[in-house]
């Protein structure tokens, strides 16, 4: 029986971290005496918590914790912790969905809560109804009477799975990186595309804030592009297929889980609606 001919993907070269899958995804790994991936099903979906490619802060705990490489305005990869180059990535996503989180800090506002997360943005983990709770909400989006520009307790969040040379990784985009994801959302919506045709390019950006103390903070963020120049290769797309509908399957069930989420961004970073 002749080998089957498997496409070769040859796009553009790529300054930064280029995670495109290639043919790691195109070809599958095939071992002599073993048929094909065997040993998983009594594996619980609980159980299953999908690594997440999360930008660095200040506040990171592996920033605070002197994790070697680990820095403000670089990529880590939170299963194994590896800690990507300077610069920008290129990967493929494959799956998106809206979710609020609220993670306690060391501030009186936060005294007696507890983390809650809504990975479909309808209802937390601790604190109910969305809706009903409003933590994660300016007050014009529904959420409490705040006090001046005081930023919600919470935040709303956009996650994307992407299609990676590191394997699946989910990737979220809150607080200073949201309004980027709704501009790329949108272009999307309307590409009468899958999300998967090309490749997206993730561009760190820098700004500076100044604090109610007058200090002017240095802070990174998230922008994102689709790189419309390349089309994916139709092998490419089916693997992505096929990653989206255990992907949806799993969020419909409440079993997508990632890890990852000690990267929020500090709250005084965050206080204009993420229009």
């Known amino acids: ?15 930064g971290n280029d995670l495109l899958p290639y043919d790691q995804a195109l070809v599958p790994e095939v071992v002599e005496g073993v048929p094909g991936l065997v040993g998983r099903q009594h594996i619980d979906p609980k159980d299953l918590i999908l690594p997440a490619l999360a930008l660095l802060h200040g506040t990171s705990d592996a920033v605070q914790n002197k994790l070697p490489g680990a820095e403000a305005g670089l990529f880590m990869h939170t299963g194994t912790e590896e800690i990507l180059p300077e610069g920008n990535v290129r990967l493929v996503f494959v ?8 993670f306690p800090k060391e501030d009186k506002r ?50 994307f799975v992407a299609l ?6 989910m990737m979220r985009f809150s607080r200073t990186s949201y ?55 139709d092998e490419l797309q089916r693997t992505a297929f096929a990653l989206y509908k255990d992907i949806e399957a799993k969020h419909e069930t409440g079993h997508l889980k990632s890890h990852g989420d000690d990267t929020d961004e500090p709250d005084d970073l965050f206080d204009t609606p993420p229009n």
């Open 1 to 15: 029986m002749p080998d089957e001919k498997v496409e070769v993907w040859k796009p553009k070269e790529f300054a």
């Open 95 to 102: 799956h998106h969905h809206k979710g609020n989180a609220l």
């Open 110 to 159: 936060y005294a007696g809560l507890e983390t809650c997360i809504s990975r479909d943005g309808v209802e937390g983990t601790t604190d109910g109804l969305c809706e009903d709770c409003g933590k994660c909400y300016w007050p014009e989006q529904g959420g409490p009477d705040l006090d001046g520009a005081t930023s919600p307790l919470g935040a709303e969040t956009h996650h």
């Open 164 to 169: 990676s040379s590191l394997g699946p990784v």
């Open 179 to 233: 309004r980027a994801a709704n501009k790329f959302i949108s272009s999307w919506s309307i590409s009468r595309k899958n999300l998967w045709a090309h490749p997206v390019v993730v561009r760190i950006a820098t700004g500076n804030k100044t604090l109610k103390t007058g200090t002017v903070k240095l802070y990174h963020h998230m922008q994102l592009a689709w790189q419309t120049t390349e089309k994916c290769p």
